[in-house]
Protein backbone atom coordinates (compact mmCIF):
# COMPACT_ATOMS: atom_id res chain seq x y z
CA UNK A 1 0.00 0.00 0.00
CA UNK A 2 1.37 3.25 -1.12
CA UNK A 3 2.03 5.50 1.90
CA UNK A 4 3.74 8.88 3.10
CA UNK A 5 4.34 8.65 7.08
CA UNK A 6 5.90 11.88 8.89
CA UNK A 7 7.37 12.38 11.66
CA UNK A 8 7.37 13.91 14.57
CA UNK A 9 3.18 14.85 14.60
CA UNK A 10 4.25 18.01 16.49
CA UNK A 11 7.45 19.61 17.32
CA UNK A 12 7.99 22.84 19.44
CA UNK A 13 11.33 24.81 19.12
CA UNK A 14 12.50 28.36 20.82
CA UNK A 15 12.85 30.54 18.41
CA UNK A 16 16.16 30.69 16.36
CA UNK A 17 16.83 27.00 17.27
CA UNK A 18 17.28 24.49 13.93
CA UNK A 19 15.13 21.69 13.74
CA UNK A 20 14.33 18.85 10.99
CA UNK A 21 10.95 16.78 9.89
CA UNK A 22 10.79 13.26 8.57
CA UNK A 23 9.07 11.89 5.79
CA UNK A 24 9.56 8.18 5.08
CA UNK A 25 7.07 6.60 1.59
CA UNK A 26 6.44 3.80 0.32
CA UNK A 27 5.14 4.87 -2.91
CA UNK A 28 6.73 3.25 -5.96
CA UNK A 29 7.99 3.93 -8.60
CA UNK A 30 8.81 7.52 -7.64
CA UNK A 31 8.49 10.47 -9.62
CA UNK A 32 9.03 13.34 -7.47
CA UNK A 33 8.51 14.22 -3.41
CA UNK A 34 7.45 17.58 -2.35
CA UNK A 35 7.44 19.84 0.69
CA UNK A 36 4.51 22.55 1.23
CA UNK A 37 4.20 24.76 3.90
CA UNK A 38 1.01 25.41 5.35
CA UNK A 39 0.15 28.31 7.19
CA UNK A 40 -3.11 27.85 9.58
CA UNK A 41 -6.16 28.82 7.55
CA UNK A 42 -4.63 29.22 4.57
CA UNK A 43 -3.30 26.65 1.24
CA UNK A 44 -0.19 25.21 1.54
CA UNK A 45 2.74 26.51 -0.39
CA UNK A 46 5.26 24.68 -2.44
CA UNK A 47 8.86 24.74 -0.62
CA UNK A 48 11.17 22.53 -2.41
CA UNK A 49 10.47 19.58 -5.41
CA UNK A 50 12.97 16.86 -5.59
CA UNK A 51 12.97 14.25 -8.67
CA UNK A 52 14.79 10.87 -8.41
CA UNK A 53 18.22 12.45 -8.99
CA UNK A 54 18.22 15.38 -6.77
CA UNK A 55 19.16 14.56 -2.88
CA UNK A 56 19.12 17.72 -1.23
CA UNK A 57 17.23 20.99 -2.18
CA UNK A 58 17.33 23.97 -0.68
CA UNK A 59 14.88 27.64 -0.49
CA UNK A 60 16.44 29.77 1.58
CA UNK A 61 16.64 28.60 5.68
CA UNK A 62 14.39 25.42 4.24
CA UNK A 63 16.62 22.67 2.97
CA UNK A 64 14.99 19.13 1.93
CA UNK A 65 17.20 16.24 1.38
CA UNK A 66 16.05 12.94 -0.21
CA UNK A 67 17.60 9.30 0.14
CA UNK A 68 15.87 7.25 -2.48
CA UNK A 69 17.04 4.08 -1.78
CA UNK A 70 15.87 4.00 1.78
CA UNK A 71 12.73 6.08 0.87
CA UNK A 72 13.46 8.66 3.10
CA UNK A 73 13.00 12.36 2.99
CA UNK A 74 14.05 15.55 5.64
CA UNK A 75 13.55 18.96 6.08
CA UNK A 76 16.10 20.99 7.82
CA UNK A 77 14.61 24.68 8.86
CA UNK A 78 17.42 26.41 9.90
CA UNK A 79 17.26 29.15 12.83
CA UNK A 80 13.75 29.18 13.16
CA UNK A 81 11.35 32.63 13.05
CA UNK A 82 7.84 32.50 14.63
CA UNK A 83 6.82 32.53 11.15
CA UNK A 84 7.99 29.05 10.86
CA UNK A 85 5.39 27.77 12.96
CA UNK A 86 2.78 26.21 10.49
CA UNK A 87 2.39 22.80 9.27
CA UNK A 88 4.54 20.58 7.21
CA UNK A 89 3.54 18.71 4.52
CA UNK A 90 5.56 16.08 2.53
CA UNK A 91 4.25 14.53 -1.48
CA UNK A 92 5.05 12.15 -3.15
CA UNK A 93 3.80 11.20 -6.94
CA UNK A 94 4.56 8.09 -8.04
CA UNK A 95 4.50 7.12 -12.20
CA UNK A 96 2.63 4.21 -13.59
CA UNK A 97 0.75 4.39 -16.63
CA UNK A 98 -1.47 7.30 -14.25
CA UNK A 99 0.00 9.42 -11.95
CA UNK A 100 -0.47 8.56 -8.39
CA UNK A 101 -0.12 10.99 -5.41
CA UNK A 102 -0.34 10.82 -1.68
CA UNK A 103 0.21 13.63 0.70
CA UNK A 104 1.40 12.64 4.73
CA UNK A 105 -0.69 14.10 7.23
CA UNK A 106 2.40 17.21 8.27
CA UNK A 107 3.86 17.64 10.80
CA UNK A 108 2.83 20.90 12.77
CA UNK A 109 5.58 23.13 13.87
CA UNK A 110 5.50 25.81 16.97
CA UNK A 111 7.81 28.18 17.81
CA UNK A 112 7.74 30.01 20.94
CA UNK A 113 9.95 33.56 21.71
CA UNK B 1 -1.47 37.87 -10.36
CA UNK B 2 -4.44 36.79 -7.76
CA UNK B 3 -2.92 33.03 -8.08
CA UNK B 4 -6.03 30.81 -7.75
CA UNK B 5 -9.00 32.47 -5.47
CA UNK B 6 -11.81 30.25 -4.36
CA UNK B 7 -15.38 31.20 -3.68
CA UNK B 8 -17.49 30.97 -1.24
CA UNK B 9 -14.42 31.23 1.78
CA UNK B 10 -17.43 29.66 4.53
CA UNK B 11 -20.59 28.30 4.22
CA UNK B 12 -22.97 25.99 6.19
CA UNK B 13 -25.56 23.72 4.77
CA UNK B 14 -28.22 21.84 6.10
CA UNK B 15 -28.04 17.84 5.09
CA UNK B 16 -29.63 17.09 1.33
CA UNK B 17 -28.98 20.79 0.26
CA UNK B 18 -26.57 21.54 -2.68
CA UNK B 19 -23.90 23.78 -3.47
CA UNK B 20 -21.27 24.79 -5.72
CA UNK B 21 -17.66 25.85 -4.85
CA UNK B 22 -15.72 27.58 -7.34
CA UNK B 23 -12.14 28.05 -8.03
CA UNK B 24 -10.31 30.50 -10.86
CA UNK B 25 -6.59 30.13 -11.44
CA UNK B 26 -5.40 32.84 -13.57
CA UNK B 27 -1.16 30.94 -14.81
CA UNK B 28 -3.09 29.51 -17.71
CA UNK B 29 -2.33 26.31 -16.13
CA UNK B 30 -3.77 22.88 -17.84
CA UNK B 31 -4.27 20.57 -14.60
CA UNK B 32 -6.39 21.81 -11.85
CA UNK B 33 -7.72 19.57 -9.01
CA UNK B 34 -9.95 19.29 -5.92
CA UNK B 35 -8.89 18.73 -2.63
CA UNK B 36 -10.72 17.77 0.64
CA UNK B 37 -8.37 18.20 3.82
CA UNK B 38 -9.98 16.83 7.21
CA UNK B 39 -8.26 16.54 10.62
CA UNK B 40 -5.35 14.18 11.00
CA UNK B 41 -5.39 12.98 7.58
CA UNK B 42 -3.72 14.37 4.16
CA UNK B 43 -5.28 15.95 1.52
CA UNK B 44 -7.36 13.28 -0.94
CA UNK B 45 -7.62 14.50 -4.20
CA UNK B 46 -11.83 14.48 -5.12
CA UNK B 47 -11.66 15.25 -8.50
CA UNK B 48 -9.11 16.52 -10.88
CA UNK B 49 -8.97 18.45 -14.22
CA UNK B 50 -6.49 17.45 -17.41
CA UNK B 51 -7.82 20.66 -19.43
CA UNK B 52 -10.72 22.54 -20.47
CA UNK B 53 -13.99 20.03 -20.79
CA UNK B 54 -12.15 16.89 -18.91
CA UNK B 55 -12.53 15.71 -15.76
CA UNK B 56 -11.37 12.80 -14.16
CA UNK B 57 -12.14 10.96 -10.73
CA UNK B 58 -9.79 10.88 -7.75
CA UNK B 59 -9.17 8.84 -4.39
CA UNK B 60 -12.51 10.36 -2.81
CA UNK B 61 -14.88 11.21 -5.42
CA UNK B 62 -18.07 9.86 -4.09
CA UNK B 63 -21.16 12.46 -3.75
CA UNK B 64 -19.10 15.67 -6.16
CA UNK B 65 -19.62 16.17 -9.51
CA UNK B 66 -17.15 18.76 -11.22
CA UNK B 67 -17.19 20.92 -14.43
CA UNK B 68 -14.54 22.46 -16.40
CA UNK B 69 -16.43 24.57 -19.38
CA UNK B 70 -13.60 27.54 -19.21
CA UNK B 71 -9.45 26.70 -18.79
CA UNK B 72 -9.44 29.20 -15.84
CA UNK B 73 -12.49 27.55 -13.83
CA UNK B 74 -12.68 24.57 -12.13
CA UNK B 75 -16.38 24.03 -10.40
CA UNK B 76 -17.20 21.69 -7.44
CA UNK B 77 -20.63 20.61 -7.01
CA UNK B 78 -22.58 19.05 -3.95
CA UNK B 79 -25.91 17.49 -5.21
CA UNK B 80 -26.98 16.53 -1.78
CA UNK B 81 -25.10 17.43 1.32
CA UNK B 82 -24.16 15.00 4.05
CA UNK B 83 -22.14 15.59 7.28
CA UNK B 84 -19.37 13.21 5.86
CA UNK B 85 -18.59 16.51 4.04
CA UNK B 86 -17.89 19.00 6.47
CA UNK B 87 -14.70 19.36 5.57
CA UNK B 88 -12.26 21.92 4.17
CA UNK B 89 -11.92 22.07 0.19
CA UNK B 90 -8.87 23.16 -1.30
CA UNK B 91 -8.40 24.23 -5.32
CA UNK B 92 -5.08 23.95 -6.82
CA UNK B 93 -3.68 24.09 -10.29
CA UNK B 94 -0.31 23.28 -11.80
CA UNK B 95 1.47 23.57 -15.20
CA UNK B 96 2.61 19.99 -14.80
CA UNK B 97 0.91 16.64 -14.08
CA UNK B 98 1.52 16.38 -10.01
CA UNK B 99 4.15 18.61 -10.04
CA UNK B 100 4.59 22.20 -8.33
CA UNK B 101 0.77 22.58 -7.36
CA UNK B 102 -0.47 26.28 -6.32
CA UNK B 103 -2.98 26.24 -3.31
CA UNK B 104 -6.47 28.30 -3.26
CA UNK B 105 -6.93 29.60 0.34
CA UNK B 106 -9.94 26.96 1.14
CA UNK B 107 -13.33 26.95 1.47
CA UNK B 108 -14.68 25.59 4.70
CA UNK B 109 -17.88 23.88 4.58
CA UNK B 110 -20.08 22.72 7.69
CA UNK B 111 -23.04 20.41 6.73
CA UNK B 112 -25.16 19.94 10.03
Known amino acids: KNQVEQSPQSLIILEGKNCTLQ??????????LRWYKQDTGRGPVSLTIMTFSENTKSNGRYTATLDADTKQSSLHITASQLSDSASYIC????????????FGAGTRLFVKA | NAGVTQTPKFRVLKTGQSMTLLCAQDMNHEYMYWYRQDPGMGLRLIHY???????AKGEVPDGYNVSRLKKQNFLLGLESAAPSQTSVYFC???????????FGPGTRLTVT
Open chain 2, 92 to 102: ASSYLRDYEQY
Open chain 1, 91 to 102: VVSSYTGGFKTI
Open chain 2, 49 to 55: SVGEGTT
Open chain 1, 23 to 32: CNYTVSPFSN
